[in-house]
């Protein structure tokens, strides 16, 4: 399992924090698919970036959306310009831990 994250906001330095690269280290090794992780809010004008980047991460591939930001929104669920990403795996949370992200990547895994 090789980790990509697309940190986008707040979520984001949960995301790349000493604890998450620990489990990005945990999950190192473990067949399975690639693991991309998009955390923060996604912009209308971010949404084309993040779904490039998303693609360019070589199949097998699993999305996770880390946090309620990035799966309904959170407080700006009502802009205009947020964009909700379509996921395989949703880490809910404000933000999450990051021993929610190996929890959540391991329970898709098995």
Do not use: F, K, M
């Given at each position: 399992?090789?980790?990509?994250?697309?940190?986008?906001?707040?979520?984001?330095?949960?995301?790349?924090?000493?604890?998450?690269?620990?489990?990005?280290?945990?999950?190192?090794?473990?067949?399975?698919?690639?693991?991309?992780?998009?955390?923060?809010?996604?912009t209308t004008a971010s949404a084309p970036?993040?779904?490039?980047?998303?693609?360019?991460?070589?199949?097998?591939?699993?999305?996770?959306?880390?946090?309620?930001?990035?799966?309904?929104?959170?407080?700006?669920?009502?802009?205009?310009?947020?964009?909700?990403?379509?996921?395989?795996?949703?880490?809910?949370?404000?933000?999450?831990?990051?021993?929610?992200?190996?929890?959540?990547?391991?329970?898709?895994?098995?």
């Amino acid at each position: 399992v090789d980790v990509y994250y697309l940190n986008l906001a707040c979520c984001g330095v949960e995301a790349g924090s000493t604890a998450a690269q620990q489990a990005s280290a945990a999950l190192a090794g473990l067949p399975g698919p690639n693991v991309v992780v998009v955390a923060g809010t996604v912009t209308t004008a971010s949404a084309p970036l993040v779904a490039e980047h998303i693609a360019a991460v070589p199949q097998p591939r699993l999305v996770v959306a880390y946090g309620v930001c990035t799966i309904t929104g959170g407080p700006y669920w009502d802009s205009y310009a947020v964009t909700p990403v379509a996921a395989d795996v949703v880490v809910p949370g404000c933000p999450p831990r990051p021993e929610a992200l190996t929890d959540a990547v391991l329970g898709a895994l098995s």
